[in-house]
Each structure stands twice: as C-alpha cells, then as structure tokens.
C-alpha cells in the first residue's frame, strides 16, 4: 500500500490558509476531453462563454493535439474562434509539441499548456515517448512561447500513482516538476491523475516539489476517482498552495477505471472554499447553471454533489 | 439521523445555501487553521449502514437481507455496527422488524451493535430482544427536533434522561447523537454554542460518546473546525465522533479536519447507504469505503479490511438494486489495469 509517512513533518509546516484561490477550470477541455459523447463547437463555445460569465480566471478552452488521437478537440480553431473573451479571464490551450503550438497561436490563443509525467511508462503510453524525450519537444515550445511573449502552464500527470507503475515516488515528481518551472513554465500543476492519493501522500509528495518550486507557482489537480480529491485539496491548501483545477461538473470520467469519476467538479470545490471564506471570485449558482447546461448537452447526470443536492441535475 | 420524516424537497432553498448568509460570521471564521494534532494511530468506524444507512432508503429490505449485511460486515474487522432501530414501526416501518434483525443476526464477540432508542418503551424493548447498547439523538436545533420527533430539545432531553436511568441500571452503555451540528435544513446555520449545548448535557448524562451530526451535509473544513473547537472546551475529545453527511461532496474533507482536531471516531455507511430525506436524489452518509481508503492511505490503522467492506457494499446495493455511492467501490470494481490497485491490500 502507499507507504505509512511521517504525518508529523508532513502538518508541522502548515500555513494559514491563503485568502484566495484562483480555480483554473479544465471542464471544457480535460473533462471534455474525456467524454464519450461528442460535443459540437457551439456547445463548447456556450459552455465556456457561461464559464467566463460565472466569474472563473483561467479556463482552458481546447487542446490542439490531433484530431486523430482525441476527436473531441477536432475543432479546435472554431472553438478558439468562436469564444467570447472575457476581458481578465485566460483562455489557456494545451499544445503537446512545436506544431500544436503554432496552430494554436495561429488560432489566437494567448496562452499555451504542455504536459508532463512522473511517471516513464505513462509517458511512454500517453504520448508514445519517454519523460526526457518530452521534456525535449517542450524546450521547443518553450523557446518559441518565450519569444513570442506566450506565458505557458506546465502539467505533471501521476504525482500520487500511477495506472501502470503504482506508486510514484516524490522526488520524481519534484524532479519533473523543477524542471517544467525552471523551463519557463509560470506554474506547474500537479495531477493525481487516477485519483488514488490520499491526503498524506499528497502533504509528502507537496513537501518534495516545495524543495524545488516555490508555492506560489503551484497548483493541484485532483480527480476524484477514490472520493479523495476535496481532502486532498484541503491539505494542499493548508501546505500554502493557491491555485487549484477542476472540472464543471466534473465533467470528464477516469479513463483508467471504466464508469468511475475522474476530474473533481468545480461546483464542489467553490462551495468548500467559500464555507473556509476564501475568495474565489467565482458566481456558484451561474457556475452550476454552466454544469446543467452541459450535462443536459451530454445528455448525462452531473458529478457534482452540490449540484445534485440542489437539483441543478 | 433519528426518525426522518418524509422527504422534504427543500427547506431552504439553494440561493439561501449558496448565498452570503451560508457563510460563517467572522466570529466563527477560521483563517488560521486551528491547532492540529498528530493524526491518531487508531480511529474506530462506527458503521450505521444496516439502521441510518437502511432507514433511509426507498426500498424496503428484507429481514433476511439486513441479518445477511450485518453478519458480513461482522466479519470485516469492524468492532461497532449499528443494528438496527427501536423505534415505532408506525414512524419508520424499514426497521419493523428490530426484533428478528437483533435476535437473529450471528453476533461477533469482537463487535458491539448498538441500537436506536428513542424512549423508555424503546430502550425496554430493545434490552428484552438482547441489546447490549443503546443509543439516543438528539438535535442542535428546536425547529428540527419538533418536526423529527415531534418535542422540543428539551423535552427530548428528559426522556433520554430516562433511558440512560435505566441504561446505567442495567449497565447497558449509551451513546449520544447530535444532529444538525453544522446546519439545519429548516433553521440554515446552526451556532457551535447550540450543539455545545446539547452535546455537553449528552455527556453529562451519561452517554459515553457523543456523535456530532452534519445532517444536511452542508458543513465544509471552516464550519466543522469551528463547531468542534467550541464543543471541545466542554466535552472530552476522547469522547467525540463525527457523523458527515456527503450530500455537498464535503463529507472527506470535514473527517479530515475532525481528525486534525484530534477526534478519533468516525461514523460512516457501507456503500453511502442512505439518501438525504432533505434533498431528494442527493447522496447522505458518507461511504465506509471511502473513508477506509482515506485513514489507511493516512498509515491510520483501522482494524478494518477494506476488501471485505466493498463485498458487503456490494451484497447491499444488489439486493436494493442500486449502484454503491463508494467511489472506491465504483473504481475498483472497474478497473481495467488492476496492477496499480495494490493500495487495497494492507
């Protein structure tokens, strides 16, 4: 099992928790991304401008990866295209490689995503290379994003576990994660990506990336596969972290458990953070009016607890 | 939770919820996180699946059945199950049948089954069909206990006050129950110095425990700190539970900040069993799974076999035909690469 820690270093550097929480939220891409139903582009384009309405910061509004690997964000141009930009809201795109990169800034995207992974045989399986031929392909995009004047989020998949390794040792993710910041990448979220972390594991594998990358420039993703992901958050939050990414709903199931939940739904989140009197910015009841009105294009029930308790289905 | 009446779709509307008055006053508001302890090397699970869990679900189980759970959870390593109710068959007709349930099932020698005793007739009842302990419930708020069971905080006190007479003349333990402490679905925040109140005068009885109850799950990390923070400074910690609903997913994160806290005794539901009677289709009772997964993946020890409790989860959940509310219960059951899934071996 994930190995027993020591809980007393892992709480005795707490800090207060911070007073505010920027939300990155990945429904329409992450989550979309994962959905069996595929969505049309003004859906998307709907979605995403509800989104921005609802007060959120930073969403990410599709990958420009090919359409031959993940024919949800096959239109992404029109997407890109099509959104309303909310003036002080980021749009951020994810682009796996030089190519992505430029199609996206053709499309007008103003800020860019790349992906890494703790973990060598996700790496090899997700995206066909190893963790040090992406880190590669991400230098490209780097050099070109840098030039150009494009911030750029960094993504470390697997900090908690692994689908096909298990468990996933810290200082490898804050290696990863070291060396996504030390790139370029502004901030580095890190992704429980199958959900199985728990909140000590999380405080551990924190405590490894903090040696490596300031807080300030950190971000949890959790799915909430195993029911952890609002605990986990917490205790992300009560290390110093501040930004954290969610999902609309929680749209988007986990790939590596058929029928299981995957990313944590922003609904959830929002309603923790406000009862801990953390501001957000976020409008709770117009962001659960985003959720219904996707779940009703997907024609699936919400995974969201909030909205369910208040009939937002 | 105690007896339920029908569902109520609303009492507070969400607006009001997800609203400013929702928030807690700043008296209440915690920006530095409360003291916190070591994480307990022990926590006991209190499972209340076969009586919370069952009483609050649509389906009417048979006897049988509920004998079949309570004798396979006997069997996971939990060392209290609540068994079932002793309460008017005319109020809750699920657990009619508390008599056959507490005379029939195989009961272990390293497990307790507490039963609900709502009154003297209750308690009697139970100790005549074999219970060894009791348990009684009380509330946070006026307008919650008048319309659950139909009397003031009170008045309900004295007839506890009765039972746990009797309970101590009969050496028979008593464990105290608060719901609504941290929000009420008709009366929406409920103030920590309300379920201290209640929660002291519980101990001071007699109960040897007393469990805090979100029943509306609306409480959040904030509003749990805060409440227990008060109900500490008069009541033992040792002597403390906590009993979260997951109807607002905050059921984790409340454990999480309890056991920060220092409480060492969690109530929890063998596949979420039973809905919230306040929201319908809303979840209720945070799964056993779930926390199960969260104590060990913490290195708490629980006593528990978590392979065992998902196979329980599942018996229950085929025989009432619904999905399990356990996320853990729902990924494991389908995963397609199981090598990664070792966390559930101990």
Request: net charge negative.
């Amino acid at each position: 099992m994930l190995g027993c820690l020591d809980l007393e270093v892992s709480l005795s550097g707490l800090k207060p928790l911070p007073e505010k929480v920027k939300i990155v939220e990945v429904g329409p891409r992450d989550g979309l991304q994962n959905e069996k139903t595929i969505v049309p582009a003004d859906v998307k384009i709907r979605l995403i401008d509800m989104l921005s309405e609802a007060g959120l910061p930073v969403i990410e509004a599709t990958s420009f990866v090919s359409p031959k690997w993940v024919p949800q964000m096959a239109d992404q141009e029109e997407v890109m295209r099509g959104i309303h930009r909310k003036p002080g809201v980021s749009y951020p795109v994810l682009t796996p490689n030089l190519k992505g990169y430029r199609a996206a800034v053709k499309a007008g995207a103003m800020e860019v995503a790349i992906f890494g992974a703790a973990s060598e045989l996700f790496s090899k399986r997700n995206i066909n290379c190893s963790v040090e031929e992406s880190l590669q392909r991400f230098e490209e995009v780097m050099s070109a994003a840098r030039e150009e004047k494009v911030p750029v989020r960094g993504y470390v998949s697997c900090v908690l576990g692994c689908p096909y390794e298990g468990s996933v040792s810290p200082s490898r993710v804050a290696e990863v994660a070291q060396r996504l910041y030390s790139m370029g990448c502004y901030e580095v979220s890190l992704g429980d990506t199958v959900g199985m972390g728990t909140p000590g594991g999380m405080a551990a594998m924190l405590e490894a990336v903090m040696r490596e990358v300031p807080v300030h420039a950190l971000a949890v993703h959790c799915h909430d596969t195993y029911g952890q992901a609002l605990a986990n958050i917490l205790v992300a939050l009560q290390n110093g972290v501040s930004v954290v990414d969610a999902s609309v709903a929680g749209l988007g199931g986990c790939p590596y458990a058929q029928g299981a939940s995957g990313n944590v739904a922003t609904e959830d989140v929002v309603y923790m953070l406000h009862g801990l009197s953390i501001h957000t910015g976020v409008d709770l009841p117009k962001l659960m009016d985003a959720g219904s009105y996707i779940c009703r294009s997907l024609n699936r029930r919400t995974s969201s607890k909030v909205a369910q308790a208040s009939c937002k289905l | 939770m105690g007896n339920v009446p029908n569902a109520v779709k609303h009492c507070l509307s969400y607006e009001n919820l997800m609203g400013e008055s929702f928030r807690l006053p700043s008296s209440f508001q915690e920006k530095k996180w409360p003291e916190v302890h070591k994480f307990p090397d022990f926590v006991k699970i209190v499972e209340v699946g076969p009586r919370d869990g069952l009483q609050n679900e649509k389906e009417m189980v048979p006897t049988e059945i509920k004998i079949q759970l309570i004798d396979m959870l006997s069997q996971t390593g939990l060392s209290v199950i609540e068994a079932t109710s002793f309460v008017s068959s005319k109020w809750v007709v699920q657990m009619a049948d508390h008599n056959e349930v507490l005379t029939g099932i195989n009961k272990s020698p390293h497990v307790r089954y507490p039963v609900l005793t709502p009154n003297i007739q209750g308690f009697q009842a139970a100790v005549e069909a074999g219970a060894a302990e009791v348990a009684v419930f009380g509330s946070a708020s006026e307008t919650f206990s008048r319309k659950n069971i139909n009397c003031s905080v009170e008045e309900s006190m004295q007839r506890f006050e009765q039972v746990i007479c009797a309970a101590r003349q009969a050496c028979i333990p008593v464990r105290g129950y608060v719901s609504c402490a941290l929000g009420c679905p008709y009366e929406g925040q409920v103030h920590p110095a309300q379920v201290t109140k209640v929660a002291k005068r519980l101990h001071e009885l007699g109960c040897y425990e007393v469990s805090l109850g979100d029943t509306t799950g609306m409480g959040t990390a904030g509003s749990m700190a805060a409440m227990l923070r008060a109900v500490m400074a008069e009541v033992p910690i040792h002597a403390l539970a906590v009993h979260c609903h997951d109807t607002y997913g905050q059921a984790l994160a409340n454990i999480l900040t309890a056991l920060q806290m220092g409480v060492s005794v969690v109530d929890s539901s063998v596949a979420g069993l039973g809905g919230c009677p306040y929201a319908e289709g809303a979840s209720g009772n945070v799964s056993t799974e779930d926390v199960v997964y969260m104590l060990h993946g913490l290195g708490i020890q629980t006593g528990v076999d978590l392979a065992k409790v998902i196979e329980a989860g599942d018996f229950i959940c085929r025989a009432l035909k619904r999905p399990t509310n356990s996320k853990v219960s729902q990924a494991t059951s389908r995963v397609i690469d199981m090598q990664a899934f070792s966390v559930l071996a101990e």
